[in-house]
């Protein structure tokens, strides 16, 4: 049974794989994002299907996890084949705004940490964006640096279109000072 499902798993995700090649690059990101996402959708329907197949059988007689076979299915079979037609496109996307939506490339981000952290090194920056502590730790010393990169993304958004919106509503800083006529009369405000 347990080299039933594989064969059939492995002859679907080679057709998924298959489907993906011949996406056109403006829909890649997105088809890799739907294959991905539905397949991991299915292994959370999959894998209780087959409980007691890995309780006492996978575990116990092979040493392995149904869950963790199947991912590593997908990564062998879709994922590695795909990683250097996806990355280069991800960040394509990541330099030009709202290309792709910021779900769908922190789902493909995460996704692709999931199944091999190692991917990492490929693009750490893309990375970091989704996934907290890739890259080392802020320093002191570098502050006004991300000062500067932070100032010049606002520019660039603006150049882009990007309006910073309706700015009349946001509160200024002497407007925070303590007011004595809050609803929250016991507590206290502080500046």
């Given at each position: 049974m347990y080299s039933d499902l594989?064969?059939?798993?492995?002859?679907?995700?080679?057709?998924?794989?298959?489907?993906?090649?011949?996406s056109p690059p403006d829909l890649y990101i997105e088809r890799f994002n739907l294959a991905l996402g539905q397949y991991m959708g299915a292994l959370q329907s999959i894998v209780p299907l087959f409980i007691?197949?890995?309780?006492?059988?996978i575990e116990t007689k092979l040493?392995?996890?149904?869950?963790?076979?199947?991912?590593?299915?997908?990564?062998?079979?879709?994922a590695e084949k795909h990683i250097?037609?996806?990355?280069?496109?991800?960040?394509?996307?990541?330099?030009?705004?709202?290309?792709?939506?910021?779900?769908?490339?922190?789902?493909?981000?995460k996704g692709l940490y999931t199944l091999?952290?190692?991917?990492?090194?490929?693009a750490p920056t893309l990375f970091s964006k989704f996934i907290p502590n890739i890259l080392p730790p802020a320093l002191e010393?570098?502050?006004?640096?991300?000062?500067?990169?932070?100032?010049?993304?606002?520019?660039?958004?603006?150049?882009?279109g990007f309006m910073r919106g309706d700015q009349s509503r946001k509160r200024a800083g002497d407007e925070l000072a303590y007011n004595s006529s809050s609803a929250c009369a016991g507590s206290r405000g502080y500046r």
């Open positions: 594989i064969k059939k798993i492995t002859n679907h995700l080679e057709r998924v794989s298959k489907e993906l090649q011949a007691y197949m890995n309780k006492f059988y040493n392995r996890d149904l869950k963790d076979d199947l991912i590593k299915l997908f990564t062998e079979h879709v250097y037609s996806l990355m280069p496109l991800l960040l394509e996307a990541q330099s030009t705004p709202f290309q792709v939506t910021p779900s769908t490339m922190a789902n493909i981000v091999r952290p190692e991917w990492v090194q490929m010393s570098e502050l006004s640096e991300y000062a500067a990169q932070d100032q010049k993304l606002q520019r660039e958004l603006i150049q882009n």
